[in-house]
């Protein structure tokens, strides 16, 4: 049985699984950004400091160290073969003795995370052994990577090499990024953005109330504000309700301040003084 497809329908097929491998691709690519590292002691607080540092990968950091004596290049790789070197995040390259085989310090499959509010340190184990020194235990790599809003991600520098030890010797290394950088948190309490939105609130109100009553209804003086009437009651309402509450004194007046009654006078008889005029 043959199906028979039109010219846009094979388009719109290959386009659909064109789609489909671009998604599936982007999705093992981004699955696969930091399972690569195998943590040594798998726990939830090392998973979480480890996806703090998921901008980093696929990124190669160098870093090189001179002196009189020696001269290395070290390559660090977050969860990726560091210099093409299967497995290893941390190698060392001898920059005088070309041909020489690169030292591997640290393998991502041995990995162990700690992380603070604005850092995090990142340790390789299971490198190379040492040769003659801190008794030819495996080296051991340890970069710390701190926080810096300025710059994404940072040059790799070289600390030190601590290998005057019998145990527990370690390269450490330093590295800046703004990728373990705590969130901003505002600086405004709650109260402080509740009056600010209410401010905002009352300037829209009376701007637009204002802008309404002398451009649409035509008002003049004090009767432009929004709600005069209502505003002016409310006023003389909140008076009353404090003159009310508020003062204790007696409304009526006291007798002794009364005035002299009109009908005590009235009722009084006339005086007469014709007796005082001469005859």
């Excluded at 009189?68 to 290049?73: A, D, G, L």
Aim: glycine share 8%; aromatic share 8%.
């Amino acid at each position: 049985m043959k199906v028979l497809m039109c010219p846009s329908g094979r388009l719109f097929l290959v386009w659909t699984l064109a789609v489909q491998l671009v998604l599936c691709g982007s999705g093992v690519y981004g699955s696969d950004d930091i399972k690569n590292c195998k943590l040594f002691f798998d726990s939830p607080s090392e998973k979480k400091a480890l996806s703090r540092l998921e901008p980093l990968t696929h990124k190669n950091f160098t870093a090189q160290t001179k002196n009189k004596e020696e001269s290395y290049t070290y390559y660090f790789q977050l969860c990726g073969d560091a210099g093409g070197v299967p497995g290893a995040g941390v190698i060392q390259v001898d920059s005088k003795e070309t041909g020489k085989k690169p030292t591997v310090i640290g393998m991502y499959n041995a990995t162990q995370v700690i992380g603070g509010s604005d850092w995090v340190m990142l340790i390789y184990r299971n490198g190379d052994p040492y040769d003659a020194h801190c008794s030819k235990e495996m080296r051991k790599a340890i970069v710390m990577i701190s926080c810096n809003r300025n710059t994404d991600m940072g040059k790799l520098q070289v600390v030190l090499e601590d290998r005057n030890r019998e145990h527990d010797c370690f390269y450490l290394f330093e590295l800046d990024s703004s990728a373990v950088c705590p969130a901003l948190q505002s600086k405004l309490s709650t109260g402080s953005i509740l009056l600010i939105i209410g401010v905002c609130l009352l300037a829209v109100y009376l701007i637009g109330g204002f802008l309404y009553q002398r451009l649409i209804v035509g008002a003049k003086g004090m009767e432009q504000l929004p709600n005069y009437a209502f505003w002016v009651e409310v006023g003389n309402l909140s008076a009353d309700g404090c003159d009310f509450v508020c003062r204790s004194r007696n409304r009526e007046e006291s007798p002794a301040y009364r005035g002299v009654a009109q009908e005590s006078v009235e009722d009084e008889p006339e005086e007469r003084d014709d007796h005082l005029l001469p005859m």
